[in-house]
C-alpha cells in the first residue's frame, strides 16, 4: 500500500501565520496611515487659518456702527493700526512663519506617506507570493490524489487521506486569496488618496482662493477615495 505523507502540523501553522502575519503587518501600516492622514488634516487646517488671518481684510469705516467705535477710540494707537492696513508687523511675521512651518510639514507629511505605502505596496507582493505558492501545492495535492489512486491497492485508505490534505490545501488558498484580495482594494483606496493628497499640497499657495482652500479641507477630511465597507472588512479579517 502506498503511504501519503501529510505535511507536519507545524509546518501548515507556519505557512498560516506567514500568511495572516502579513497581513496584520499590513493592517498596522494601514493605522499608521490613517493617523498620517489626520496630522496632515490639522496641518491643512492650520495653514488655512493662517492664510485667511494673513489676508483678512481691512476694517470697514462704511458702516454706521464701526464709524462711531472709531471715532469714539480715535487714539494714537488705533489711527496708526488703521493707516498700517490693520497689521502689526510682529504678528505678520509671525504669520508668514506659521504659514511656512505649516508649508513644510504638509510636505513631510506627504514624504511619509509615500515611504509608508511602498512599504503596504511590498507586503502586497509578500501575500502575492504566498498566495502563488498555495495555488500551487494545491494542484500538487490534486495532481497526487489521482495518481495514488491509480497505483493504490487500498483505494478508500489513501482517497480519505488525500482528500484531506486536498482540503486543507484549498482552505489555505481561500485564505491567502482572500488576504490578498482585501490587501489590494485598501492599496489601491490609500494610493489614490494619497495621490489627492500630494496634488492638495502642492496646489497650495498665498494665492489660493478662499473657496478652494475650503474644499481641499473637506476632501481631505472626507477621503472620498476610500471604501468604509471594504475598511471594516479588513478590520474584521484581522485576529
Known sequence: MLVVQLPPPEVAGEDESNSRGVFVEFMTKVAQFN????????????????LEYFRRPQISKE??????ILKSNCTVRMRSYIETGCRVHCQNISNINQLSSCENGLKDHIK????????????VENVYGITLTASLSALEVSDSQCLDSMLSTDR??????????EDRSADRLDRDVSFATVM?????ALKADYTMQEKIVCALSLKTPSSELEGYCLMWNLRPYIDDDVMRLAWKMCP
Do not use: I, P, Y
Open 35 to 50: 493617523e498620517l492622514v489626520e496630522s496632515g488634516e490639522r496641518l491643512l487646517g492650520r495653514f488655512r487659518e493662517e
Open 63 to 68: 458702516a454706521d456702527v464701526m464709524n462711531q
Open 112 to 123: 511619509k506617506v509615500k515611504t509608508l505605502l511602498e512599504e503596504l505596496e511590498c507586503l
Open 156 to 165: 478508500c485508505s489513501v482517497e480519505g487521506v488525500c482528500t484531506q490534505q
Open 184 to 188: 489590494v482594494m485598501v492599496r489601491n
